[in-house]
């Protein structure tokens, strides 16, 4: 037994249960895996999260959606004509006024907070309170990113030519708190992300 053992009455027993107790608390945290904190983040501001592993299964929970939330006969507003190609099969009827929903893109994926980044690409230059309460994002796994700061640059690299404009990320999902002094101000949106496996 050692000296330290004799004077704070550790025995051998109790050494070895006190190292393997866990962690410290001075360990550095597990860093979990960027798609998992997304998930986790975005679930956490009230999002509506469906994985698809094809584009097949993404028109399947895309109609759930329209089903489930009778959205199927109401307009909807659709600015990306790529995305209005990709999803020709349903019958949207696509206006710029009085829409239900917003079926669109996103630049990228934050992690760290579980929001979306958008830009003009996505919305033109219409401001988040002028866009419909309820949006559906398709976007890939390909566009997952650590930080805000890396999707700033990413979109940089997308866009040497000419860098879009208005660009804003999308975090709160549901009502706001009206003690949530942080969220104060943001328009919260009813939102549903289509996300493709494309890695």
Not at 61 to 83: A, G, T, Y
Not at 159 to 177: G, M, R, S, V, W
Request: charged share 30%; aromatic share 10%.
């Amino acid at each position: 037994m050692s000296l330290f053992r004799k004077i704070f009455g550790l025995s051998d027993d109790s050494q070895d249960k006190i190292e393997s107790e866990g962690r410290s608390k001075y360990m550095p945290d597990i860093k979990l895996p960027i798609d998992e904190r997304f998930t986790i983040n975005f679930k956490a501001n009230g999002g509506k999260f469906l994985y698809c592993e094809d584009l097949d299964e993404v028109k399947q929970n895309l109609s759930l959606i329209l089903q489930e939330n009778d959205w199927k006969q109401k307009r909807v507003l659709l600015l990306d004509e790529r995305l209005a190609n990709k999803f020709k099969d349903f019958d949207f009827e696509i206006s710029n006024n009085d829409c239900t929903f917003f079926l669109t893109t996103c630049e990228f994926l934050i992690s760290n907070d579980g929001s979306l980044l958008i830009s003009s690409n996505q919305i033109a230059e219409k401001r988040l309170h002028e866009l419909p309460p309820n949006f559906i994002i398709f976007a890939t796994t390909s566009q997952f990113v650590e930080t805000i700061s890396e999707g700033l640059k990413g979109i940089k690299q997308k866009n040497k030519e000419k860098l879009p404009t208005n660009i804003t990320t999308i975090k709160h999902f549901k009502a706001c708190d009206d003690k949530d002094f942080l969220s104060y101000g943001s328009s919260s949106k009813n939102l549903y992300l289509l996300l493709l496996e494309d890695l």
